[in-house]
């Protein structure tokens, strides 16, 4: 099935809830598809008739934005893997009387916004169960969105272990209720993967940068617009006090930034100054990192490495080292005891 605007959620520790839920929006019918427009394939609902009467008046005006009646699915996945899953539907229809006033950017948002009772039980989900993973794929934020999930939430936080929004428009949301999202969500291990729209969503700026500090796991790439995120300072601040901290592993994974190779240097010095097993995985890049200097620097022997990596290793701990190398993605630093991803 191809899916739109969907979230993924996993939970553990769950008695009374099964163990994941995606949320996506469906689209029952197009009564023409045109020309750059992905095909998308129907599936099976169960419309009430007030529902079915609303369905047969969106398909009769052709001039209208094809016909878009979204859904809400709640997939309920299975408790051992599988391919099949139980949806549940939650109807998303919207009142749209006034729909030959609006522009496009105004239809837009009233069609992409989710309801009040996704957004509630969505709240509901994360009051009642251990949550593990959330993923937010192929939506549209809006500030209507937020506002409701804000409102869903009340004091509670969206607080799980992994949260990742990949592949999402923000030309519907403005920056403040994006960060008002961020600021709502409570994880240790954040992606945010090719985000279009990005006009001050995602910034360099000191303020913004703080909030994720305290992460253990950070991966930030792909913007449209793009931007540089981080420096030498960042670096240094994200990789501050998390020997200690991050028992498993330090992840930071940034396509674009001003890292320097001192910024570098900085971080392996931090590195060999812990008398303690850290586990480290970095992928950095940036037109400011030369791998020569770095190797300079380190004093390592810069003929061809083995199993194309250059081992650096732990002064106080013999059978610690870091693996160095550098390809398209840009410059990496990761531990020797943990498999490279």
């Known amino acids: 099935m191809v899916r739109e605007n969907e979230a993924v959620i996993g939970s553990t520790s769950c008695s009374n809830l099964l163990k994941s839920w995606t949320f996506c929006e469906h ?9 750059g427009k992905r095909r998308r394939t129907r599936t099976l609902t169960t419309l009430s008739n007030s529902e079915e009467q609303q369905h047969e008046r969106y398909g009769e005006d052709e001039h209208r934005s094809a016909a878009k009646l979204p859904h809400l ?4 996945g299975q408790t051992s893997p599988s391919s099949s899953y139980l949806p549940v539907l939650v109807p998303n229809i919207s009142n749209d009387s006034n729909w030959h006033t609006e522009d496009h950017d105004e239809r837009k948002r009233r069609q992409h916004t989710p309801s009040h009772l996704l957004c509630e039980r969505i709240a509901k989900y994360f009051r009642e169960a251990d949550i593990h993973f959330l993923r937010l794929t192929e939506m549209r934020f809006t500030d209507d969105f937020v506002d409701r999930l804000l409102e869903a939430f009340g004091t509670c936080k969206i607080r799980c272990e992994i949260v990742e929004i990949s592949m999402c428009k923000l030309n519907y949301v403005s920056p403040k209720k994006f960060h008002q999202f961020l600021q709502l969500v409570e994880c240790q291990k954040l992606s ?23 992460l253990s796991f950070l991966s930030i790439f792909a913007l449209t617009p793009q931007i540089t995120i981080g420096d030498d300072q960042f670096l240094v601040d994200f990789l501050e006090s998390k020997a200690k901290k991050c028992l498993e592993e330090t992840v930071l994974r ?16 931090k590195w060999k100054q812990t008398n303690t097993r850290w586990i480290l995985n970095l992928c950095v890049g940036s037109e400011h990192i030369d791998i020569d200097d770095l190797l300079k620097y380190l004093s390592l022997n810069q003929s061809k490495p083995r199993q194309g990596a250059f081992r650096i290793s732990h002064p106080q701990l013999p059978d610690e080292a870091l693996l160095l190398w550098s390809d398209k993605d840009g410059l990496h630093i990761a531990s020797s005891g943990k498999p490279v991803s």
């Open 254 to 269: 940034i396509d674009n930034s001003s890292i320097t190779t001192k910024g570098f240097c900085r971080a392996i010095d």
């Open 192 to 214: 945010l993967i090719w985000l279009r729209g990005n006009h001050g969503h995602i910034s360099n700026s000191r303020q913004f940068l703080s909030e994720f500090l305290s």
């Open 73 to 76: 699915l709640i997939y309920m």
């Open 27 to 35: 689209i029952p019918s197009r009564p023409s598809f045109a020309l």
